[in-house]
């Protein structure tokens, strides 16, 4: 079974009773048939504070909520995207996003961190500065597994089209997005934004967000959803911490890339300057 979860939580400062309700909803996907499970955005910590994260912050390779991350995958045999958790960057100061796939071993596989950092003004007064503590990545992170070529993406990156393209030219057939999105901007172009990068590039894509109010005042919209590549929407929860499940169906993916194959249509490099007079080539 190609089974997939995304995992909806409301995590607080706290990272043990974080690890703790994680642990409780893992298990819940894994009873429902998941191979694989999508934790959301600061699923390990939402810090009242983002300096806060500085307290938790742990090496690359070692600490306690990469240890807690291996050990669910191998005791449930399953492949497990650790949403994202702060490891050390470069700058003493910051950290990195860092999102991590892990296999049914509990070896890690591969990581990516957060290339896009939300740093906005919203015009209900929400502000954001996640590049004030989090360094920004650089390197797009596609991955084989047993349900397919995996993107690895992290929320904001969901606005930037380019990013998931760069992910198709490598293969990418399912796109992974733990997230944490604002209800303004939720209510707004969460949905549709999914469904577009799921249709432009005919592939799956795996939404695990944070919900709800959390202890430090933020609220976030919730509605982790699973779309398929014809952009439809398999599986949704809007509201309160759960999860969602659905099946990767790699021969379904197949069909419509046949179908429809748009992607083979790209013609990037005929695209020239919008100046007067400029055209694709026949």
């Not at 999102?99 to 596989?109: A, N, P």
């Not at 293969?171 to 944490?180: D, K, Q, R, V």
């Amino acid at each position: 079974m190609n089974r997939i979860a995304a995992i909806q939580m409301t995590s607080g400062p706290e990272v043990a009773s974080n690890l703790a309700e994680a642990t409780r909803l893992i298990g819940q996907a894994v009873d429902a048939g998941a191979t694989m499970v999508v934790l959301p955005e600061n699923f390990a910590i939402m810090p009242m504070k983002e300096g806060d994260r500085l307290a938790v912050v742990e090496k690359d390779g070692a600490g306690p909520i990469q240890d807690f991350l291996c050990e669910q995958a191998r005791q449930h045999r399953i492949w497990l995207i650790g949403g994202t958790i702060p490891l050390q960057a470069r700058q003493s100061n910051k950290v990195r996003a860092a999102c991590l796939l892990f296999d049914d071993q509990g070896t890690r596989v591969a990581r990516y961190d957060k290339i896009h950092l939300f740093d906005v003004k919203l015009q209900n007064g929400e502000e954001y500065l996640e590049s004030g503590v989090i360094e920004a990545g650089d390197e797009i992170v596609v991955a084989d597994t047993p349900l397919g070529r995996l993107g690895l993406a992290v929320c904001y990156d969901l606005r930037f089209p380019e990013l998931f393209r760069r992910m198709l030219d490598e293969g990418a057939e399912i796109i992974t997005l733990p997230s944490a999105f604002t209800v303004l901007t939720g209510k707004a172009h969460w949905e549709v934004l999914l469904r577009a990068r799921a249709v432009e590039n005919l592939s799956f894509v795996v939404a695990a967000a944070q919900v709800g109010r959390h202890t430090n005042g933020r609220e976030t919209y919730g509605d982790s959803m699973i779309v398929g590549p014809w952009g439809e929407v398999l599986a949704r929860l809007t509201r309160g911490p759960g999860f969602v499940v659905a099946d990767i169906d790699r021969e379904h993916l197949q069909r419509v890339r046949s179908a429809l194959p748009s992607i083979e249509h790209r013609k990037p490099s005929d695209v020239r300057n919008p100046t007067k007079g400029t055209r694709l080539s026949a």
